[in-house]
Structure formats: C-alpha cells, structure tokens
C-alpha cells in the first residue's frame, strides 16, 4: 500500500492525523508530512478511513 | 421485502448508506432528494467556490464517486410530502408512494429568511446555485456588500468578499460574533480579525428591514435609526431543520427530528446530520450540530442503528469538530462549549493570531479551538473522545 496526499488540495485540517497518526502528521509550520510514505498492511484500515474522511478527499492510496 | 428508505443524498445520508452496505445489507435501498442534482459538498460554497478558486463540479460530496458501488436507486428532483412512521410508507410530491422497510431521515436544515417580499440582491447560501448565484453578483462589482448575521456562514462570505476586493459591513444583533457557539472572548477575537482586515464590523445591532429601490435591495435599516447602503445583502441568520415533512407523521420533532442516544427516532425511523438532536451520552446533553464531519458519523451511527436489534443497539457517543476559513487563517474547534464557558488561553496568543484557547465549566473541559493549530486541536480532541476532564487537556496544551 503507497499512501499519496495530494498537497495542492490539503488545507493541513489533520483530520488524518486523528485517525493515523502513525502515519500523517500535521506540524508547528501547518503544513502535513507523511511519516510513512509506504505503511504496514495492518494500517490499511485506519489509512482508509482518513482518506475517507479528509474533507479534502486529499488522499489517495495506491496498492 | 421493501427497501430501506434514505430521505436526503447529501452527507448524512449517503454515510448512512455507506455504513448500511459495510455492514453486509445487500437489500434495496432507495435514496431520495428534492433537489435536481446530486447536492454539492457545501463547505467550499462560502470559501473557494465563491471566491472562483475552485471549479463547482470539484466542490462533490466525499461519497459522490462511490454511488455506483454503494448500489442505490437515487432518485432525484423527488421531495417527500409525509411519512407515516407507524405503516412505514411516504407519501412523494409526485403522487406516489413507497413503502419501507426503514427510514433515513436527512433532510438537512435550510436558511432562515427575513420577513418580507423577496428583493433581487437578498441572497441566502446553502446550495451550489445559491453560491453561483451570489457569486455573479459579487462580479457585478456592488459598491458595498452587507452580511446580516456573523455566524459561521457570514463571517467566511464577509471574508471571501474582502478577497474579491469588495466593501463589507457585517451586521451582527449580538454583541460578538458567534456567540451562539463560542465564548465572547473568541467571537471578539473573530470581529478583530475581520476589523484588520477593513470589514466595517457592526455589532449589537438588529436590523429592522431592507431598503428597496424597487425590486432590488437597496440598503439594511438597522434598528439604531442608522442605515447601511449596498446593493448586494447575503442573510446568515441561520437555518431550521427541515422537518415540515414530518408533522403527523408519529415521529418526535422539536428542534428538529428528536432522537434517543442510538438517533433512533420511531421504531424503523433514525435520523441523522442536521436536522437531528440525539442525547449525546459523551456530553449528557441533547444537541443538534450542524458541522459537516458529524453529518457523516451521525449518518454511519443512524444507518448501523437502523439494521440493528433494539438489544444490540449503541449510543452514538460525539466530540463534535469543525473547521471554519477566514482570510488565511484557520478556525478549529473540538467539543461543545456553552457561551458562558471560561475561556482559557494555553498556547500562543490572540495578537499573534495563531492561539489554542480551552473552555472550561467546572472540572469540564466542554470544548478546544484553534487558529492555525491544527495539530493541537486534533490531539486534544483525542483527548476528551476520552474524557472531557479538565485536567489532562491542560496537561497536553502546556
Ligand atoms: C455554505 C456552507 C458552508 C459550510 N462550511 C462548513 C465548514 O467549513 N465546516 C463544517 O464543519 N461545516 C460546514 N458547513 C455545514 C455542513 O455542510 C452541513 O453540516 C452538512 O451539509 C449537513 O449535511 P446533511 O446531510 O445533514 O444535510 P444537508 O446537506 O442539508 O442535506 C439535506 C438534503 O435533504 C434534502 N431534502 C430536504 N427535505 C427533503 C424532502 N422533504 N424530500 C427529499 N429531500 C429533501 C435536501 O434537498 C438536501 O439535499 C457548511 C454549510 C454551508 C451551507
Ligand atoms: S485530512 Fe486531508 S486535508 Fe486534512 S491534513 Fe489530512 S490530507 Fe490534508
């Protein structure tokens, strides 16, 4: 699974962050880092979910 | 056996949806709206869509691309005139009518409107085609724009408005804005922010009617004996949840579809989104939230609720979140603060623009916003999802 966040639609809301943290972090400079460009399987549930639920519909995961 | 009836296909209801499949229903489910489109995601109505930095077809509801998977009869431009909640069937505006076998109520609200005759440049916004509509009179280049009301809805299009270059005066009856939902302390802060930003900021001041020049709106009488001349007026005065459908249907209404913890409503009937207050066991309140992320949980609770056994069914426990824009900064808040909460700064400040401020009753911590801390507001909405102490938010925000 390849997480990809497109940064020209994410206003850095950290709604994914919430969900996964293990795996999206929003920092001090407002701005979001993937911490894990490539997570472990047993994130998918949680990856899927904020892709879900970013109001940007900012994330997209390729297999 | 008949379908399961979902009456509204913006956020609540096609979440109730997607939670009705992901649960393995593979039965018919017919989902309903008045309006003759697929309704848009709202947010970027007051925000990019307004200002012309975002295309209208790219302002789509999360699960627009999903429908044809989620595998609902949608039919559209199809209002509901009534519901019999003990027979389960609703009557359609067409004529006809469906039996259920459950019902989805997610319906919504829509803007409260002034007293009057309609005048051209009185807008209100909650659809893509109020958007675009005012939008095409922004363009039309009026002297002067007035906002009534400083809620969420007016302070984002009084700020948009700024953007496109054009005067504003904001008209707000209490003496801060937002105060329906935040402390005064934040609402100063906000009626700042738009000062800074030269919007002629009103305050404590209702108004007493529009001026007309006749069939166009020529100004706002405000009830000072002062008045504000502009030729294009946007009313953000809030909405009511649209629940005429309902009278005499056997479903509770008050502010809007009452609802048990579960959002059950009647047996067979769960409500969801905006036109829904539930007991939130989280808080021990009942509340109604109008925030778009709490559409989509409340519309996954209602439709797990609905497929449910009365015996196995679960409270919808609820730490709200929003986002609001304004100009470049970002309004974030977690919880449910009362106006009359404390209001504690524990990071940055309000001169900077960029704070955390908690709100406080008791040992409670009711609630926490941010301007352009993101980060801080999710954590410590993590944080009161599992208690709302006091104490370790304070602890986390030091
Ligand atoms: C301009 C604007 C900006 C916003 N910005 C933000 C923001 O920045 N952050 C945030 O958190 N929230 C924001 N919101 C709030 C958020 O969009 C709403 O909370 C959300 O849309 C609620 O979803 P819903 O599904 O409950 O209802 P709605 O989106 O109102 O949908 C209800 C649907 O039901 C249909 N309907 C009503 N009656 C009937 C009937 N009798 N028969 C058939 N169909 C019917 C309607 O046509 C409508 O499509 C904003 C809202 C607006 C209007
Ligand atoms: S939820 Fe979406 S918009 Fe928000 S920070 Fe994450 S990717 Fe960006």
């Known amino acids: ?63 | 056996m008949s379908p399961i009836v979902v009456v509204g296909a913006s956020l609540a209801g096609l979440s109730a949806v997607d939670a009705i499949r992901g649960s393995g229903h593979d039965g018919d489910v017919v989902v309903l709206d008045a309006a003759a489109e697929l309704p848009s995601d709202r947010p970027p109505l007051s925000k990019q869509v307004l200002a012309g930095t975002m295309e209208p077809a790219a302002a789509h509801q999360p699960l627009a691309n999903r429908l044809e998977e989620l595998d609902v009869d949608l039919r559209l431009g199809c209002r509901v005139e009534s519901l019999d909640a003990t027979a389960l069937r609703l009557d359609l505006r067409d004529g006809t009518s469906l039996n259920a076998s459950g019902v989805v109520v997610a319906t919504g609200a829509t803007p409260r409107s002034l007293p009057g005759p309609s005048l051209q440049g009185v807008h209100v916004l909650r659809t893509l085609e109020d958007s675009l509509a005012l939008r095409a009179d922004l363009l039309s280049g009026p002297d002067r724009v007035a906002v009534i009301g400083a809620g969420f809805i007016g302070a984002e299009v009084a700020a948009t408005c700024r953007e496109l270059g054009l005067e504003v005066t904001l008209i707000e009856a209490a003496s801060a804005p937002m105060v329906r939902v935040l402390p005064v302390a934040v609402g100063s802060f906000v009626a700042d922010l738009h000062r800074d930003h030269g919007v002629d900021v009103r305050l404590g001041v209702g108004v007493e009617g529009l001026v007309a020049d006749g069939e166009r709106v020529r100004g706002v009488a405000l009830a000072d004996g002062t008045s504000v001349d502009a030729t294009v007026v946007v009313v953000g005065i809030g909405v009511v949840p649209d629940v005429a459908w309902l009278d005499g249907s056997g479903v509770p209404v008050g502010n809007g579809v009452t609802c048990d913890e579960t959002c059950l409503a009647a047996p067979g009937v769960v409500a969801a989104g905006d036109v829904a207050e539930w007991f939130n066991p989280h808080f021990g309140e009942r509340m109604r939230v109008e925030q778009w992320e709490h559409a989509i949980e409340q519309g996954a609770a209602a439709g797990r609720r609905l497929l449910a056994a009365d015996t196995d069914a679960v409270p919808f426990p609820s730490v709200p979140w929003f986002w609001s824009d304004q100009y470049d900064r970002k309004l974030q808040m977690a919880g449910r603060p009362a106006a009359t909460d404390e209001a504690h700064v524990l990071e940055g400040s309000f001169e900077d623009q960029r704070f955390v401020v908690a709100f406080r009753r008791g040992d409670r911590c009711t609630g926490v916003l941010g301007v352009n801390r993101p980060r801080h507001v999710v954590q410590a909405r993590m944080r009161l999802t599992e208690s709302l102490d006091w104490a370790p938010i304070e602890e986390l925000l030091a």
């Open chain 1, 1 to 63: 699974m390849k997480v990809v966040v497109n940064f020209d639609l994410c206003e850095s809301n950290a709604v994914c962050m919430g969900i996964a943290p293990e795996v999206f972090e929003v920092r001090d400079d407002d701005f979001l880092y993937v911490l894990q460009e490539e997570p472990a399987e047993e994130l998918r549930g949680k990856v899927e979910e904020a892709a879900r639920r970013c109001p940007k519909q900012a994330i997209a995961i390729e297999d």
